[in-house]
């Protein structure tokens, strides 16, 4: 018991270390321009990325059709919030314009009716950029701000300043820190769209991906740039600016556990808890009440449909129509019933295939089973992705030598 004790203090004090990283967002949204026709998605756009970021274990500050004094204090206090972090995160979604090489995003109130409204109407990307640079590692920057903008063709004809554009200029990346990613929806000087669904095209696919288990966020933004590239018919290629010196995963998740976690609770024996059955599994020499409560968790096993052997390439008879017929070769190459993580949201996993998630392959697979075959209980934990009964084939399986 002292041994498991200190096992258990020993995890604590790793997951506190591993939740210790201080990660602080700014996410800010306008689509209800006083001067300009309003834009459908930024506000949704934002709000949904300031919900992932939160998943995600980010302090977000954020806001939302903000004019230039809101947008200013918003800043301020994502300023004052972000020193120190150990990764910072813009996100912007809404109009933005370049001026001779110079980014600008515009307030909902921006008018830009003469060459002193870049100075008091529109914010310096440059100006954000600093207050995120401020003893933080890491630094992430996501620009949905590519839209075409009318205000721009005000600012070039009627104030007569040159060199103004749409499309967002190329930012340079300083160096200090564990390095920086800058990611726009287009490629520099190129328009990216609004989109007709519930979000832009660039928004989307970073809400798709961004956070995705074990996705590193170049990875990410790879993936981003394919999707984009291909709803938009090749008219759009989002573009990224990366020094990072280090690899960035926001969502990390430990491939080889004995479990694979899932969305149910694990089902409680009368008289113990799970911590308990836990421990009674580990310790054969426990108690009469430890031994009863394993008894009665081995009795919520399901059985399987059929007592054949279990192969791996062979049709299996689970006793659940949802996967009977088919086997684990099969079914580790389709989607998951349940989701792969405890609580992810079901917008990430719906749809996508196991095989993918989990890198699950064989040898993979037998390592897990074995696990299973040991600790029978085991499969009642967490709810796996195909379901508990395809734990109890995967120990058969193992018991069998995997074959």
Known sequence: MRSIGLAALALLLTLTAANAERRVALVLGNSQYQHAPALANPVRDAGAMAERLKSLDFEVVSGFDLTKLQTQATIAQFAKQVRGADIALFFYAGHGLQVSGSNYLLPVDAALEDETSLDFEAVPVDFILRQMSRETSIRLVFLDAC??????????????????????????????????????????????????????????????????????????????????????????????????????????????????????????????????????????????????????????????????????????????????????????????????????????????????CHEWNEARLCEQAKNFATNDVSVLRLEHPLGTRFKVALAKWAQGGCK
């Open 147 to 356: 839209r075409d903008n009318p205000l721009v063709e005000v600012l070039a004809k009627t104030a007569g300043v040159k060199g103004a554009s749409s499309g967002l200029a190329e930012i340079p990346i300083e160096n200090g820190g564990a390095g920086t990613l800058v990611a726009f929806a287009a490629s520099p000087n190129q328009l990216a769209y609004d989109g007709s669904g519930e979000h832009s095209p660039f928004s989307s696919a970073l809400l798709a991906h961004i956070g995705e288990p074990n996705v590193s966020i170049t990875e990410a933004m790879n993936r981003v740039t394919a999707d984009v590239f291909k709803a938009t018919a090749g008219k759009q290629r989002p573009w990224s600016n990366v020094s990072l010196t280090t690899e960035v995963v926001l969502h990390k998740i430990d491939l080889n556990a004995p479990l694979i976690v899932g969305e149910a609770s694990a089902p409680q024996a009368e008289g113990g808890s799970e911590a308990r059955n836990a421990t009674a599994a580990a310790s054969p020499s426990g108690s009469d009440d430890d031994q009863l409560a394993l008894n009665v968790l081995r009795q919520k096993i399901p059985k399987l449909a059929s007592d054949d052997p279990i192969f791996f390439d062979h049709p299996i008879d689970f006793g659940d129509p949802a996967i009977d017929g088919k086997s684990i070769a099969q079914l580790i190459k389709g989607k998951p019933r349940f989701s792969p993580v405890e609580g992810l949201d079901k917008s990430i996993w719906e749809d996508k295939h196991c095989d993918g």
